[in-house]
């Protein structure tokens, strides 16, 4: 298989909140807007996340109910800090503070209108003990 692009999507009861928060707040453009689906660019071409309204006759009719259950996204951003900094200044409640990880990556989460968690990605270097342990020698 040669994957050309990605889209994640997922069931939500109002499209247009959905799409203007991940448009407005979090700043990806809008690709697709209609009353029933919207679609927003995920920072590279075709990479996309959707919103599907729920009960919507495009969805097989044993998933129209579906609730986003466990669902989360990451995207990488070039500088978290000023990503928290400018969503609390936009009233947006972060889930839990930045923090840097030993992996090498310092971030955030918030939650969108829907519940599912968007985790906000800086890639550091990762502690070089941890990555001793854990990685591959180069």
């Known amino acids: 298989m040669q994957v050309k692009g990605f889209g994640a999507g997922y069931l939500v009861d109002d ?8 448009a407005d707040v979090v700043g990806l453009p809008i690709t697709v807007e209609l009353d029933w689906f919207a679609s927003v660019n995920a ?6 996340i959707s919103f599907v309204r729920r009960g919507h006759e495009s969805v097989p009719p044993a998933y ?3 609730e986003p259950s466990g669902l989360m996204f990451g995207l990488i951003v ?3 800090r000023a990503e928290a900094k400018r969503l609390e200044e936009a009233g947006v409640e972060l889930v839990t503070p930045v923090v840097d990880e030993v992996y090498g990556q310092r971030h ?3 939650a969108d209108p829907n519940g599912v968690l968007l985790d906000l990605i800086e890639l550091i270097p990762a502690d070089p003990e941890w ?7 180069s």
């Open 15 to 22: 499209v247009a909140a959905t799409t203007r928060f991940y």
């Open 43 to 48: 920072g590279a071409p075709g990479y996309e």
């Open 64 to 66: 129209r109910a579906q």
């Open 78 to 80: 070039e500088d978290v």
């Open 108 to 110: 955030f989460y918030v």
């Open 131 to 137: 990555a001793a342990a854990n990685l591959p020698a």
